[in-house]
């Protein structure tokens, strides 16, 4: 799975860019996005309930569906792909992860500095204003809550169908991905753009780009390196064989 041309790259690999998609979760007990509902939410399409106007015409339906997914993602804990990448930011020059994940885990495992594209559910702000809070408001009378500060109901902070991404998080994660000789693609079916639109550059500008996914994706024939593996899996053989096993070698 891991040629010896890949460990060579990524031994000399100077800035190191990760984009993770809801795979990288799943391992987790996390859903990834596409995957078919659960339970009591069985009959509603994510699409529908993750946008502005699902919220304006039904925003209890919105604040409890996102409150059952909170449960979900407070429920769980990260997993070796979660931990591995924390740790490859140690292990290179420069290192940048990006996120489509609202979920948390990475910061839980210990990445710094994550760039969120799509907000995070630990975080809720008022639907007018944007003021953001720490956390979930909960048992309050009304449902949703309202705000603090301006008095209109409150949201989960993750970005909806419709809306645009946060400018500063998407111009950061374009500049370290224009910056990048190595991408991975980690857990993340590359249908959603702008954020697939980042692996699309990074093999424009001749980026070295890994894409790990255990099914194929678009973006598959145009990646450098494609392993067909769990992240849970290959992340951790990936630290081992490029750099702690040359860590023995030097030692
Ligand atoms: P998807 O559910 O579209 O894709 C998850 C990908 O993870 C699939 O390609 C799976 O094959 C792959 N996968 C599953 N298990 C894996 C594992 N153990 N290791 C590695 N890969 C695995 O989720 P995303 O691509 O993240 O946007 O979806 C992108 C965005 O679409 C989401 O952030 C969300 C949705 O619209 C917003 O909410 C704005």
Redesign the pocket.
């Known amino acids: 799975m891991i040629s010896q041309n890949l460990v060579k790259r990524l031994r000399e690999a100077h800035k190191i860019v990760v984009m993770t998609?809801?795979?990288?979760s799943?391992?987790s007990g996390v859903p990834?996005?596409?995957?078919a509902q659960t339970g009591l939410w069985a009959k509603y399409d994510p699409?529908e309930l993750?946008s502005p106007e699902a919220f304006a015409r039904q925003p209890k339906l919105v604040w409890d569906w996102y409150k059952w997914r909170y449960g979900l993602v407070t429920a769980v804990s990260p997993n070796p792909?979660h931990y591995a990448l924390a740790e490859m930011a140690h292990l290179v020059p420069h290192f940048t992860l990006i996120t489509?994940?609202?979920d948390n885990l990475h910061q839980i495992a210990g990445s710094e500095g994550v760039i969120e594209l799509?907000g995070n559910i630990r975080r809720t702000k008022c639907s007018a204003k944007g003021h953001i809070f720490p956390g979930w408001p909960d048992d309050t009378a009304v449902q949703p809550p309202l705000c603090a500060v301006c008095g209109s109901p409150m949201r989960p902070d993750?970005?909806?169908?419709g809306e645009s991404l946060p400018r500063h998080e998407l111009e950061a994660a374009t500049t370290a991905t224009l910056q990048a000789d190595v991408f991975f693609s980690?857990?993340?079916?590359?249908?959603?753009y702008p954020?697939a639109a980042l692996t699309v550059e990074a093999i424009k500008k001749g980026a070295t780009v890994i894409e790990?996914?255990?099914?194929p994706?678009p973006l598959t024939p145009h990646v450098t390196f494609s392993l067909a593996a769990?992240?849970?899996e290959v992340l951790p053989q990936l630290l081992a064989e490029v750099w702690e096993r040359a860590a023995v070698a030097t030692a």
Not at 21 to 24: H, S
Not at 32 to 35: A, E, I, P, S, V
Request: glycine letters at 10%.
């Open positions: 998609g809801a795979g990288v799943a391992e990834t996005f596409r995957d699409t993750a792909a489509q994940n609202i799509h993750v970005v909806w169908f980690v857990g993340t079916s590359s249908q959603v954020a790990i996914n255990p099914h994706t769990p992240a849970g």
